[in-house]
């Protein structure tokens, strides 16, 4: 695997693969609204962590409509069959051009998930390039928002001692890497 140690924060660490594999104690899932699973990495948690992580989900109360999880909002289950303890799932924005408020929801994704897992106590955590996939958020934006926001809530923290950015493919590994060394 492919690791670089973030310049601006040791605790920052960027790797390449699939974030299921991962001994941590809380993943990021890039869930939709209505937490039911799908595609990309919200599809490979959910095979990884059987079906006790959706039936977890459907127990989580109901917002509006379908609705478990507003997008920018953070929920937490156990990891199921995984090892990991935790998988907090998170909503990222659709990409609509970006004059929807798209920066903003995908900062409060990532600071929402940070908060749940610092309210667990959970020291390290993996992110997956949230909404850079299917719901197309621009891939420079989104690392860079992403980034920023660690980096932030880092400041702020002393329970969280290793945040991980899991990047798939290769088109966002290279972009974190360029912005962590
Ligand atoms: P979204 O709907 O938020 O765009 P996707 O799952 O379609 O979510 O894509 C988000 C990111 O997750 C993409 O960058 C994709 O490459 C990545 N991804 C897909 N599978 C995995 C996996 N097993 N581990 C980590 N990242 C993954």
């Known amino acids: 695997m492919n690791t670089l140690i973030a310049k601006q924060d040791q605790r920052i660490t960027l790797l390449k693969g699939d974030i299921t594999k991962l001994k941590v104690e809380a993943i990021v899932n890039a869930a939709k609204e209505q937490l039911t699973g799908g595609s990309g990495v919200d599809g490979a948690i959910h095979r990884a962590g059987g079906f006790q992580i959706l039936q977890e989900c459907m127990q989580l109360p109901i917002h509006y409509r379908d609705v478990r999880c507003p997008t920018g909002e953070a929920v937490i289950t156990t990891g199921g069959n995984m090892s990991v303890p935790y998988v907090i799932h998170t ?19 990532y600071r929402n998930s940070l908060e749940k897992a610092k309210e667990k106590g959970v020291h390290s955590i993996a992110f997956p390039n949230i909404s850079t996939g299917v719901y197309a958020f621009p891939k420079h934006l989104a690392a860079n928002i992403a980034v920023e926001t660690v980096l932030a809530f880092l400041k702020e923290d002393d329970t969280l001692q290793q945040v991980i950015f899991c990047c798939f493919d290769e088109e966002n590994y290279q972009i974190y890497h360029r912005l962590l060394s």
């Open 91 to 109: 909503v990222g924005p659709v990409w609509q051009g970006g004059a929807s408020e798209e920066p903003i929801l995908l900062k409060n994704a």
